[in-house]
């Protein structure tokens, strides 16, 4: 279950983007699996991609695809199988499944993006796959259907995830919407599972590029469900310029505007995902300040939020204190000061100067970890660095979940 999340109630339309879903029998009968973006015609694409050594056959053709320089006009996303840690055969369907889509919409296969979710290792004949269910796919192409997309693309998700902004420049009214994946294997490199963000706003690939990737520092960079990186995570940003506003300088007032929106967006995806964490219950917040740099602030936040003892904490409401401690000292601060050392939970004084705070109450401290959210705030007491990130909690259920996985 989903902590304090629902699935968007409506995502608005993005002109120069058209979206179709179907069930393709990826890995599943009856089941929504194979998504389609169209994009109109100098539509400009930014893209952000695993780093993981094992990255997908998929993530693979896309780089490639994306170096070649032309223009993108379609995105084509599978659930069901990754289509990781596949060799050739996989290059070869990721490519065949380009191929396909490319003739039926009269573009280059290069101008064509891949991208698959699901079980890793498994071959799959995705471009058969793709020509099968091409009637009902180009049939159903239409603007409006981010929400059929969002659910579409999910795996172990419990409910889709969407959101938006809307904001004027020089008067005309740019869209932004965004969908994502993710639950499980959360703990991203620059990007998180799958998100596709889209604006009508008019940039140059060079400042979309850019806006991805601090967008993305402060968002899909900043959370962990359980430490594992997916050989699949991309996060795509598109700017369709179908709105005639005049050109955006980077530093001007209107394009600091659309980046804030567009952090906005990726920010409620990103949150979205740790909330919809397999097996969660509580959504848990870090923010690590007083640090010397952001990294060692980084640092000490991801450290507890790796902890299973600290995850598992949580999960039984059990304001087990001590365990904060143990992972702030093991997280490699080498002349860290432990008596500067300050803990909060959900703004209750837990430590203070190292030790225990002399006004905290057990019965209190269990109150607040009972919340469905709980806000970690720790002080290194050493510097003026702060850093955030977000996490979950670590239950019954995501054992059962990962465990079954295949089944």
Not at 331 to 357: F, K, N, P, T
Request: charged share 20%; proline share 5%.
């Amino acid at each position: 279950m989903a902590v304090q999340l629902q699935a968007p109630t409506h995502l608005p339309p993005v002109a120069g983007v058209r979206l179709a879903v179907t069930a393709a029998a990826i890995r599943y009968p009856n089941r929504n699996d194979l998504t389609l973006l169209e994009l109109a015609p100098g539509t400009q694409v930014a893209a952000l991609f695993t780093r993981n050594r094992f990255r997908a056959a998929p993530v693979q053709i896309a780089l490639e695809h994306l170096a070649q320089g032309d223009e993108i006009r379609a995105l084509l996303i599978n659930t069901g199988n990754a289509n990781a840690g596949t060799g050739a055969a996989g290059l070869q369907t990721a490519r065949e499944s380009c191929r396909v889509l490319a003739e039926a919409l009269g573009c280059a296969p290069q101008q064509v993006l891949p991208f698959s979710t699901g079980v890793i290792g498994e071959v799959l004949d995705l471009g058969a796959k793709v020509r099968a269910a091409l009637p009902e796919l180009l049939g159903g192409l239409a603007p409006h259907h981010w929400l059929p997309a969002a659910d579409a693309i999910r795996t172990t998700d419990t409910v889709a995830k969407g959101a938006y902004r809307q904001v004027e420049i020089h008067g005309q009214t740019v869209t932004i919407t965004g969908i994502a994946k993710g639950s499980g294997m959360i703990r991203p490199d620059l990007a998180t599972m799958l998100a596709f963000v889209a604006t009508d706003a008019q940039l140059p690939a060079a400042l979309l590029q850019a806006i991805l990737r601090q967008a993305s520092e402060s968002s899909f960079n900043r959370i962990t469900v359980d430490g594992d990186t997916s050989t699949n995570d991309a996060v795509v940003l598109l700017a369709t310029g179908q709105v005639a506003h005049p050109p955006l300088r980077e530093g001007d007032s209107a394009f600091h505007g659309l980046a804030m929106a567009i952090t906005a967006v990726c920010r409620e995806l990103a949150q979205a995902i740790v909330r919809d964490g397999e097996g969660a219950t509580k959504f848990i917040p870090i923010r690590v300040q007083g640090g010397r740099t952001g990294a060692e602030c980084l640092q000490v936040a991801y450290r507890m939020a790796h902890s299973p003892l600290i995850k598992t904490a949580f999960f039984a409401a059990d304001p087990n204190w001590g365990r904060l401690l143990a992972a702030i000292g093991a997280a490699g601060i080498e002349d860290l000061d432990v008596s500067r050392v300050q803990i909060h939970l959900g703004g209750l004084s837990i430590v203070r100067d190292g030790a225990r705070d002399p006004g905290y109450q057990e019965e209190a401290g269990q109150q607040v970890m009972a919340k469905a959210e709980i806000p970690v705030l720790v002080d290194l007491g050493r510097g003026a660095a702060a850093e955030e990130i977000w996490t979950c909690d670590l239950s019954h259920e995501y054992v059962r979940i990962n465990a079954e996985y295949r089944s």
